[in-house]
């Protein structure tokens, strides 16, 4: 459940989470790590507009077909070289969509049930905090 | 209501630093700040939070038609807490340009150089040292001497960064753990609070709309979540470019000052990866220490300097999706990472909706592309000459630096700040941030911001 998107709207997240990062052999898919969960802590940040704007364009997608979604992630991807309206809508969602669940997995949120190693141990990214 | 006598928006590179010089000479003091009030032990400790929680827009904001997108802090210390605390004064050729735009006369080394003097002795510089460099850095040496392009180390703000005993820097993108980065909150805020000043802060209020009443300054705004209304006698905004330009235009001075919200600067940054068999770890130690030296970058406009992003971060600049984005991906350590920020001239304007949005539209001219691709092209043959197996350019570009809006200058027709930093015609409401500045510098601008701010607060003091 969440308070910032629906049902549907998280239906259309999971399935562009696994379309953008499915599982390989070093990695996990995104829904396989349960990362969507936390979506709230970081939709509450954003502008309320852009989040119900977000959530509306991505229930309806949910009556969309899979490979609507695989043109569309071809269409967002795409969008920096060309111009004109509908590319600065492509530009839009490719920010807002991939924006929430790249954070989400890149960065190493999980679900409960995951139990493999965090995403930025697993891509190499060991950063450290040293407090003093 | 307690009085104050100044009320100062935004705490960051200029509010901060007016904060703690107007309190410390013993006025009274309230800044209002957007964001919250993190400390070190209360920053967010993963980057999906850092991100969210500590800049505008929960991550990112952008341009009207989405090609360009900002990064811009918003808590206490600003900027200042999320940036890389590069330390560079202005130079000649930036005050000369800024003189013949504006003819104001401070414009010039001579002036300006016991301010900068007197804002280094209250921060910790350092200037990194071959010993500092990661591997990164290394890529980016290796390069540029095979080329026979001259480098430099850069200067930054930090006091014990630790590095040495394994800390990384990168991770300080989300407000430093350490108190070592030298940002508005360490160097000028909490030393207001350990020397007992009287400087108050209210965070979380974000101000929407000031209307000038005479004598006083009615300021409105949310705070907490709930409106709020106050009076103040002496205004500073110092909201930083988008904050104080949306605060005038949403407050209706566009009418009396047409050139509000025009010659908007951001510095565009272009990222470029070398891919190479070795382990790289660009996210490893002091992350950002090496560019390129000399006054030819200068005249072409661009600079070039080792950078690196987060996973998340790295992972949006890529375009590849799938299993090529997740195999991409995993070559994160063996990726070494340099920007070209141009000095652009290409002005963009901010403007509102009525609801009080920001509207940006910033595009590349001609002169901007022909920096950006030379500076790329450079690029290219640093990692080249590095022995890299790919190079990879992001399509997708940042503003880190914005500036202009609210330009100085002596004629209200094409300015919005006079010399003394008061909108043109009032005696009460101060404009103290990089919004004032005429056109792009092509050097980091935070220390200059801070300059500009201990020179004002000298002169209301």
């Given at each position: 459940m969440s308070k910032y998107f629906s049902n549907r709207a998280l239906k259309s997240l999971n399935i562009f989470g696994n379309l953008l990062m499915p599982e390989t052999e070093h990695l996990p898919s995104f829904t396989q790590t349960g990362c969507l969960v936390h979506i709230d802590s970081l939709a509450e940040h954003a502008p309320e507009d852009d989040i119900s704007a977000l959530n509306i364009a991505l229930v309806l997608l949910s009556f969309m077909p899979l490979f609507f979604f695989k043109w569309l992630i071809k269409k967002m991807k795409r969008a920096?070289?060309?111009?004109?309206?509908?590319?600065?809508?492509?530009?839009?969602?490719?920010?807002?969509?991939?924006?929430?669940?790249?954070?989400?997995?890149?960065?190493?949120?999980?679900?409960?049930?995951?139990?493999g190693k965090p995403i930025p141990e697993l891509i190499g990214n060991d950063s450290v905090r040293k407090y003093d | 209501?307690?009085?104050?006598?100044?009320?100062?928006?935004?705490?960051?590179?200029?509010?901060?630093?007016?904060?703690?010089?107007?309190?410390?000479?013993?006025?009274?003091?309230?800044?209002?700040?957007?964001?919250?009030?993190?400390?070190?032990?209360?920053?967010?400790?993963?980057?999906?939070?850092?991100?969210?929680?500590?800049?505008?827009?929960?991550?990112?904001?952008?341009?009207?038609?989405?090609?360009?997108?900002?990064?811009?802090?918003?808590?206490?210390?600003?900027?200042?807490?999320?940036?890389?605390?590069?330390?560079?004064?202005?130079?000649k050729f930036v005050f000369n340009d800024w003189f013949d735009k504006t003819g104001i006369d401070f414009f010039n080394l001579e002036t300006m150089n016991p301010y900068y003097e007197a804002v280094e002795n209250m921060l910790s510089l350092h200037k990194f040292t071959p010993e500092e460099k990661n591997g990164s850095a290394e890529v980016f040496t290796k390069g540029c001497e095979k080329l026979g392009i001259k480098y430099q180390y850069l200067r930054r703000g930090q006091s014990d960064c630790a590095t040495q005993e394994g800390n990384d820097c990168i991770t300080c993108l989300s407000g430093c753990h350490r108190d070592s980065k030298q940002s508005t909150l360490v160097s000028f805020i909490q030393r207001a609070e350990k020397e007992g000043l009287p400087l108050t802060i209210?965070?979380?209020?974000?101000?929407?709309?000031i209307k000038h009443e005479g004598k006083n300054v009615r300021i409105k705004g949310v705070h907490k979540n709930e409106m709020k209304e106050l009076i103040c006698q002496k205004l500073i905004l110092a909201a930083g470019t988008f904050g104080t330009n949306r605060i005038l235009l949403h407050s209706g001075f566009k009418k009396e000052f047409p050139a509000l919200g025009t010659n908007f600067f951001t510095h565009p940054q272009f990222m470029s990866f070398g891919l190479y068999d070795h382990k790289v770890n660009a996210h490893k130690g002091a992350w950002q220490?090496?560019?390129?030296?000399?006054?030819?970058?200068?005249?072409?406009?661009?600079?070039?300097?080792?950078?690196?992003?987060?996973?998340?971060?790295?992972?949006?600049?890529?375009?590849?999706?799938?299993?090529?984005?997740?195999?991409?991906?995993?070559?994160?350590?063996?990726?070494?990472?340099?920007?070209?920020?141009?000095?652009?001239?290409?002005?963009?304007?901010?403007?509102?909706?009525?609801?009080?949005?920001?509207?940006?539209?910033?595009?590349?001219?001609?002169?901007?592309?022909?920096?950006?691709?030379?500076?790329?092209?450079?690029?290219?043959?640093?990692?080249?000459?590095?022995?890299?197996?790919?190079?990879?350019?992001?399509?997708?570009?940042?503003?880190?630096?914005?500036?202009?809006?609210?330009?100085?200058?002596?004629?209200?027709?094409?300015?919005?700040?006079?010399?003394?930093?008061?909108?043109?015609?009032?005696?009460?409401?101060?404009?103290?941030?990089?919004?004032?500045?005429?056109?792009?510098?092509?050097?980091?601008?935070?220390?200059?911001?801070?300059?500009?701010?201990?020179?004002?607060?000298?002169?209301?003091?």
């Open positions: 920096q070289e060309t111009n004109g309206m509908m590319s600065t809508i492509y530009r839009q969602l490719n920010f807002g969509i991939t924006g929430l669940l790249y954070s989400l997995y890149y960065s190493g949120k999980s679900g409960e049930n995951y139990k | 209501m307690k009085q104050y006598d100044y009320v100062i928006v935004g705490s960051g590179a200029s509010g901060g630093v007016l904060a703690y010089m107007l309190a410390a000479s013993g006025k009274e003091v309230l800044v209002l700040e957007a964001g919250k009030f993190f400390r070190k032990d209360t920053f967010p400790d993963n980057e999906a939070d850092g991100t969210t929680q500590l800049y505008w827009g929960g991550g990112i904001e952008l341009s009207r038609d989405a090609k360009m997108a900002f990064l811009r802090g918003k808590c206490v210390g600003g900027g200042t807490v999320v940036n890389q605390a590069l330390q560079d004064r202005f130079d209210w965070d979380q209020f974000q101000v929407d709309k220490t090496v560019t390129v030296k000399g006054n030819e970058y200068r005249e072409k406009g661009f600079k070039l300097e080792n950078v690196f992003a987060p996973g998340s971060s790295l992972a949006l600049l890529i375009t590849e999706t799938g299993r090529e984005l997740q195999e991409l991906i995993l070559k994160y350590p063996f990726m070494g990472c340099i920007e070209v920020a141009i000095r652009d001239e290409t002005p963009g304007e901010i403007s509102v909706d009525k609801k009080g949005k920001l509207i940006v539209r910033k595009d590349l001219g001609m002169i901007d592309v022909k920096r950006r691709d030379e500076g790329l092209k450079i690029v290219g043959d640093i990692f080249r000459a590095a022995n890299a197996k790919r190079v990879y350019n992001s399509p997708y570009y940042f503003g880190l630096h914005q500036l202009g809006g609210c330009s100085i200058g002596h004629n209200k027709s094409n300015s919005v700040v006079n010399p003394s930093y008061l909108l043109h015609g009032y005696d009460n409401i101060y404009v103290a941030d990089a919004s004032t500045f005429p056109s792009a510098p092509g050097i980091n601008p935070a220390l200059s911001i801070m300059t500009f701010a201990y020179k004002l607060a000298k002169e209301l003091t």
